[in-house]
């Protein structure tokens, strides 16, 4: 199948499982092509299964804003004809299933019938919470979609409880290919960021405020006052200067490193003992997942889909947003004991084996097939 994927080719959740999710097709015989406006970050080989399509926005003095979505649209059309595509997958209702939808409509025009899934993640829903100028144009991306995905069955309550959703969500979960965790090296070098003595926790994240990367600063405060510690804080966002200044309010400067955002995440989580996720909501925690597979255990906040990956007790623990002492003390368990902590990363693992994306793709696939066919159902010849 010919499969075009619409993301952001960002380090955030969505451009990371669009572009897996799109490696891992190709690697089953489909033939994928991406179309965005920048060549996605885990995207590092092209090849005849893999291609990439820059969508370039002319600019005009006639708009304040640059029209992304009138220029994403038209690639769509043109990608679609040239490569007699056979599928489009949108990730985030808006811009682009809006800008799906209207590809959509320019190919009928041209009796070119194309189904489009939309995936779900986030932001796109969570958004309108706050800025409910949007709710129209989400509501008709999601309700003409072929298919709705979610990536949790948290993301698709809020949803329905949002939105005059007139389609079916599927819950189809965030994933990652543990294969790529089997580290080939031997030596995570941890002697680099810490001493023996040191447990080594971690954050990682586009440090924006939803993250509430003050929490992240102050839980590790208060476990260094109990036990050796170092804080690695990795990514790059507008929190940063403010976490900056927060550590040399405490003194602690000398304890936490940023290292701003970084292609070797499996070689910082290989030396972790802990990871900080305090975060006010997340659709999935992808960043909880990445952490587990590498043996990480996970200290979290109880929000969005966060318990569906992080099991309280078993893989880590879950605290009310907000409630550092809390999170203090569950870390302080897994972290005074060292057998507590061998349990807990087990465990860790083990949870996250689930969420192999060999697990996962028959899921899209299946999708896929049943959209496909569909759309000759929908055709009046």
């Given at each position: ?5 619409v ?5 955030g959740?969505?451009g ?7 490696i891992?097709l190709a690697n ?30 002319p600019e ?8 992304y ?9 043109d990608?679609?004809?040239?490569y007699?595509?056979d ?6 209702a808006?811009?682009?299933a809006y800008?799906g939808y209207m590809?959509?409509k ?6 070119i019938?194309?189904?489009?899934i ?6 796109d ?16 991306s999601?309700?003409?979609s072929d ?6 069955q ?8 949002i939105?005059?959703v007139k389609?079916d969500?599927e ?10 965790y089997?580290?080939?090296f ?15 926790i ?11 990367i003050?929490d ?5 405060y208060?476990?260094?006052e109990k036990?050796?510690?170092?804080l690695i804080?990795v990514?790059e ?12 309010t405490?003194?602690i ?9 970084s292609n070797?995440?499996?070689r910082?989580?290989c030396f972790?003992?802990l990871?900080?996720l305090?975060?006010?909501?997340e659709s999935?925690?992808?960043?909880a997942?990445?952490?587990?597979v590498n043996k ?11 318990p ?7 893989t ?10 809390d999170m ?6 897994i972290?005074?004991?060292e057998?507590?902590?061998?349990k ?12 192999d994306?060999?697990n ?17 159902k929908?055709?009046?010849?």
């Open positions: 199948m010919k499969i075009a994927i993301c952001y080719p960002t380090f959740g969505s990371v499982v669009a572009t897996e999710l799109g891992a089953r015989g489909h033939e994928v092509h991406f179309v965005t406006y920048r060549q996605p970050v885990r995207l590092e080989l092209l090849s005849n299964r893999i291609h990439f399509h820059e969508v370039n926005v005009y003095p006639l708009f304040k804003y640059q029209p979505e009138l220029a994403l649209s038209s690639k769509l059309v990608t679609i004809k040239l007699d595509i599928l489009l997958h949108v990730h985030y808006i811009p682009h800008a590809a959509k320019m190919l009928e025009e041209e009796n019938f194309i189904p489009m939309t995936t779900l993640h986030g932001t829903i969570t958004l309108v919470g706050s800025h409910p100028f949007y709710k129209p144009a989400v509501t008709f999601i309700n003409n298919v709705v995905t979610s990536v949790s948290s993301l698709k309550k809020q949803t329905l409880e939105f005059d389609k969500i819950v189809i979960p965030n994933f990652i290919d543990t294969k790529k089997h580290s080939s031997t030596d995570c070098q941890r002697s680099l960021m810490a001493e023996d003595d040191e447990k080594i971690t954050h990682i994240s586009n440090l924006r405020k939803v993250k509430r003050p992240v600063i102050k839980v590790f208060k476990i260094q036990i050796s510690a170092k804080m990514g966002g507008p929190e940063k200067e403010n976490a900056e200044r927060l550590c040399r405490l003194g400067t000398d304890k936490v490193v940023f290292l701003g955002n070797e995440i499996d910082i989580l972790s003992d990871f900080l305090p975060s006010e909501t999935f925690g992808l960043a997942l990445e952490a587990m990480v255990p996970v200290i979290s906040s109880n929000t969005g889909g966060i569906e990956v992080n099991k309280q007790g078993i880590g623990y879950l605290s009310e947003v907000g409630d550092i002492n203090t003390e569950n870390a302080l368990k972290l005074s004991d057998k507590t902590l061998e807990f990363k087990e465990n860790a693992y083990k949870t996250a084996l689930s969420y994306i060999m996962i793709l028959p899921l899209y696939e299946d999708i896929y097939q049943k959209a496909y066919e569909q759309r000759f929908k055709v009046d010849y």
